[in-house]
């Protein structure tokens, strides 16, 4: 679960400013004011919440590029005070129009890394694997290992 907050970074010139955060990290900023507020990525944590942020900024921006086009917003891609890069995914009228982008945010970071997940399993089972046959591969415990990457408990 995630909460959208009021936040006091420093050097953020808005009327409104709000961080959307989960487990104590910042994942996107919202700036402006009623009727008009922008939803964008964060590069930094929070001055005084003491909240970090999120550190694949990479994996962050392209699931922002990713929600912004399935909104048919304009994106832009910016750079802070920092040259650091982040995304402009889409605007909105109110606060609660945010919590839509926010959910749609990290269900695709979600999404993503079980992805990565998967492919680190199966180049592992490319790795153990000993002939062409394309059979599960043993790990432990009752563990084997499948050519798609699923690991699958058979028991002891």
């Known amino acids: 679960m995630f909460d959208i907050k009021r936040s006091k970074k420093a050097y953020i010139e808005s009327a409104e400013h709000f961080v959307v955060v989960r487990d104590g990290?910042?994942?996107?900023?919202?700036?402006?004011e009623e009727g008009n507020y922008k939803i964008m990525t964060?590069?930094?944590g929070e001055d005084y919440h003491g909240s970090n942020f999120f550190k694949n900024q990479t994996a962050l921006n392209e699931a922002a590029l990713k929600i912004s086009?399935?909104?048919n917003a304009n994106f832009r891609v910016k750079s802070d005070y920092h040259n650091r890069d982040y995304v402009e995914i889409s605007?909105?009228?109110y606060i609660s129009d945010a919590y839509r982008v926010a959910e749609m945010l990290?269900?695709?970071?979600?999404?993503?890394?079980?992805?990565?997940?998967n492919d680190e399993l199966q180049s592992l089972y490319s790795e153990?694997?000993?002939?062409e046959s394309g059979s599960d591969v043993y790990l432990s415990d009752g563990m084997w290992l499948s050519s798609d990457g699923k690991l699958k408990?058979?028991?002891r």
Not at 107 to 112: F, T
Not at 128 to 131: A, G, H, P, T
């Open 106 to 117: 990290f269900v695709e970071l979600e999404e993503k890394a079980e992805s990565r997940a």
């Open 91 to 93: 605007s909105c009228e």
């Open 153 to 155: 408990d058979r028991g």
């Open 69 to 71: 086009a399935s909104l």
């Open 25 to 32: 990290v910042v994942y996107l900023r919202i700036v402006g």
């Open 128 to 131: 153990l694997v000993i002939d």
């Open 42 to 44: 964060a590069t930094a």
